[in-house]
Every structure is written in structure tokens, then in C-alpha cells.
């Protein structure tokens, strides 16, 4: 089956600079991308998603860049904020017959 | 939209008793239907995934003995985790989503299952 590797595990930026999350995928059939916030104690939420037929997307300050032939996708948060603080969950899915295949995920603190 | 209601959204259980979480989807049809389980301090772990009119896979680690799966019609689906231990603590989730509509899941709220 599929499997995503997810760097880094941690990550603390300063509060108005970037923050980068890269993944990279196995399974070349990949087609689906998302990438999920949690906050402590609460469900995943999907923040942003990309598919194969794109390379980059940006809803405000999100960012995801996906290179199919590197399979590797990655996540990049401009001007981070005190909310920003979470974990970060990508996931890589080729059809719904596989569901998703989630990374580690990466805890991102930002610090004033 | 499309919505999941899941629930209970907290529950404890004694060890060695069974406990029940169901999902309700809102705005479409759940064909398919996937249950997830995060562990304190890690990630989400595909549990099975149900197909409605389809055989329900599970993967490795999990069994149907274990974790029995309903997915009647396509607006809800149940997991019981059977003889539940302290190693069965965490966030269940489950995501369901239509055929057609693209790959992306839509996510339950979670049951946060506490063992004691």
C-alpha cells in the first residue's frame, strides 16, 4: 500500500515567518493530496487539498506545492500566526478504494 | 454541505467491556466509509474501510473480531471496539465519501475513546 513520510516532526518558526512541511508519497497512482490541522484534543480538519492535475494551490496564506514525478508535495505557511500552532497532517489517497494513508505529522509552534 | 455526525464525541468504558460509535453523513451518499484510529502521539492508522454492496477490508493489525463494522445504507456506519483495553485508547474517525466526488473524505467529528 501506499506511504507518506512526513518532515520535519517538529517545527518552531517566529511568529511573521514561513513555516514548510514536505511529504513525499510511494505509490505513483496518487492522485489526492490533503492536508489536515489539528488542534490538541480535537478532530483533524482539512485546511487545503491538492489533486494530480495541479502543481500549486494558495487559499490566503497556504500554500501546497505538488511535483508528481519526485512524489513529493509539500505544505507552506507565509506570515505565521500565534493560531497557527498545531499539528499538521498530510495524506496521500489514489482512489476511494484505499482510502488515505496518512504522514506522522508535524508540530508546528510559533513563538513570538 | 456535506456533513458527518459522529457520536458519541467522548466516551469511557471499563476495561474488557465493548463500546459502540456510530456516523451519520448529511448531503451525500456514503458509499464508502473509512475508520480511522489515532493513538496518543501518533498518526491516524486506517482501521477498514466499508463499500456499500462490498466486502468491508480490513488491514493489518485490525479484525473484523475486533472491530465489527456496519455500513448498512449509505448515510450511516457503526464500529464497535470489542473488549476494549488500555492499547484501544484514542480518536476514532471515521470519513465517508461519494463515488464521483472526488477523493476527499469528509471527517467526523471523532470519538475520543478512554479506557479505565
Known amino acids: 500500500g501506499e506511504q507518506v513520510e512526513q518532515l520535519p516532526s517538529i517545527l518552531r518558526v517566529q511568529e511573521g515567518s514561513s513555516a514548510s512541511i514536505n511529504c513525499s508519497y510511494e505509490?505513483?497512482?496518487?492522485?489526492?493530496f490533503p492536508w489536515y490541522k489539528q488542534e490538541p484534543g480535537e478532530n483533524p480538519k482539512l485546511i487545503i487539498d491538492i489533486r494530480s492535475n495541479m502543481e500549486r494551490k494558495q487559499i490566503q496564506e497556504l500554500i501546497v506545492l505538488l511535483d508528481k514525478k519526485a512524489k513529493r508535495f509539500s505544505l507552506h505557511i507565509t506570515d505565521t500566526q500565534p493560531g497557527d500552532s498545531a499539528m499538521y497532517f498530510c495524506?496521500?489517497?489514489?482512489?476511494?478504494?484505499?482510502?488515505?494513508?496518512f504522514g506522522l505529522g508535524t508540530r508546528v509552534s510559533v513563538f513570538p | 454541505g456535506a456533513l458527518v455526525y459522529q457520536y458519541p464525541r467522548r466516551t469511557i468504558c471499563k476495561s474488557g467491556t465493548s463500546m459502540r460509535m456510530e456516523c451519520q453523513a448529511v448531503g451525500f451518499q456514503a458509499t464508502s466509509v473509512a475508520w480511522y484510529r489515532q493513538s496518543p502521539q501518533k498518526t491516524f492508522e486506517l482501521i477498514a474501510l466499508s463499500t456499500v454492496n462490498s466486502a468491508i477490508k480490513y488491514e493489518q493489525n485490525f479484525t473484523q473480531e475486533k472491530f465489527p463494522i456496519s455500513h448498512p445504507n449509505l448515510s450511516f456506519s457503526s464500529m464497535t471496539v470489542l473488549n476494549a483495553y488500555l492499547e484501544d485508547r484514542g480518536l476514532y474517525l471515521c470519513g465517508a465519501r461519494e463515488t464521483g466526488g472526488g477523493s476527499d473524505y469528509t471527517f467526523g467529528s471523532g470519538t475520543r475513546l478512554l479506557v479505565i
Open positions: 505509490d505513483s497512482a496518487s492522485n489526492y
Open positions: 495524506a496521500a489517497s489514489w482512489n476511494y478504494a484505499q482510502g488515505l494513508t
